[in-house]
């Protein structure tokens, strides 16, 4: 039995649609479903990346990527919050799961896990050079003594070089993301005089949209696959505009009630009626992720038409007036967000509550686990 009585699909059409997008700058692409493929379901999701011939997946933690490995998932796995713990340590072995290694520290601890034994079959890793993010990764000037380590141990694979960009997406920072891609190239140079076939990765969805020649030799796009324009607002807007929203969530009409002129309606009595109308409510509300406090315009669809929320959303229940859409009956889905007719984007339900797309699948997709 489920607490919550939303439901999500995810629209894999559209997932597909967004990958043939993100490919059409010819770079190959790493998608990145970190945090159960940001609330859009790890397992079904890889399964549908690898038909469409993806062969790299990035995962958050080792944990992910041991589960991703057990569904059958059969190529090369990243996990980009690197190997935490001892056992994490001994997964990378016993499931050929690429760590994410950013400091010395957890370093020394795989050399030393991996220092005898193993010898059929180096560990590979993901090295991280810190280019200006400033949170995980080697800084420049370590990048020859770590490249002189690796070195040393034949049983240790860097197969990647990563960096992360920090404002790709964001407006009047160009030069800041060129200076980034330049320290890169940097690393790049010093990695690749000991291992010529190190994969350099840079980029993540901004970054493939906006300037693909800086993403090296594989690009990390996480975003852009669900619809979320990483542009939004920005004057490369343009070049996201076409990405198109994965993840459908839906959920019962409880009641379809009148509402009279003059009448109030929920919790606070926010909302007053001003003229006749009719009500429909919802069952979803912020104990299911649904902001209790979303902007005026706020909407979701029924029948395939708009419904504005009305009065406030209360913790399994939103108002809709749905004044104007004949036959809607209890039972009906309301959309949330995606469906048929006048679906709400997952931008536009950002944008209501003042966040990046990111957050809000992360948010609503914990529904699924509910
Ligand atoms: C999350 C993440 C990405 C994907 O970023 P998007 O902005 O969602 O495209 C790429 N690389 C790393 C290291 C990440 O953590």
Redesign the pocket.
């Known amino acids: 039995m489920s607490v919550s009585l939303c439901q999500i699909r995810n629209n894999y059409a559209h997932l597909r649609h967004n990958v043939a997008l993100l490919r059409a700058s010819g770079k190959p692409i790493m998608p ?1 479903i ?1 945090a159960d493929a940001y609330g859009h379901g790890l397992q079904n999701f890889a399964e549908v990346l690898r038909r469409d011939g993806v062969d790299h997946l ?1 995962v958050g933690t080792v944990a992910e990527a041991v589960l991703l490995r057990r569904g059958g998932f059969d190529g090369v796995i990243v996990a ?1 919050l690197g190997a935490v713990s001892d056992e994490d340590i001994l997964a990378l072995h016993t499931y050929s799961i690429v760590p994410l290694v950013h400091e010395w520290t957890s370093l020394n601890r795989i050399a030393d896990t991996y220092a005898s034994g193993h010898k059929d079959k180096p560990v590979s890793m993901a090295i991280k050079c810190d280019t200006g993010m400033g949170r995980l990764g080697f800084p420049l000037e370590e990048m020859a003594r770590v490249t002189e380590f690796l070195s040393a141990r034949p049983q240790l694979n860097p197969e990647f070089l ?1 960096s ?1 960009l920090a404002a790709a ?1 964001t407006r009047g920072e160009e030069d800041f993301t060129r200076k980034q891609a330049e320290t890169f190239r940097e690393a790049g140079t010093i990695m690749r005089r000991t291992f010529p076939e190190v994969t350099l990765s840079l980029g ?3 970054c493939l949209l906006a300037f693909p020649e800086l993403v090296g030799d594989l690009a ?5 696959l669900y619809g979320g324009n ?1 542009l939004h607002g920005t004057s490369r807007e343009i070049l996201g505009a076409g990405l198109e929203t994965v993840m459908e969530i839906s959920t019962p009409v409880l009641s379809v009630h009148p509402l009279k002129a003059g009448q109030t309606l929920g919790y606070g009595r926010t909302f007053l009626a001003p003229r006749d109308m009719l009500v429909a409510v919802a069952g979803i509300g912020y104990a299911d992720g649904y902001r209790r406090g979303p902007a005026p315009g706020t909407a979701m669809t029924v029948h395939g038409r708009r419904a504005l929320v009305v009065g406030r959303v209360a913790m399994q229940m939103t108002c809709l007036d749905i004044t104007g859409i004949t036959g809607v009956q209890p039972g009906d889905p309301a959309f949330i967000m995606g469906g048929e007719g006048q679906a709400v984007g997952l931008q536009e339900l950002a944008d209501w509550w003042e966040t990046i797309p ?1 957050e809000v699948t992360c948010i609503l997709g914990k529904n699924r686990l509910l």
């Open positions: 990145i970190k990035g980009l990563l992360h997406d993540n969805s901004a990390r796009p996480g975003i852009a990483p990111h």
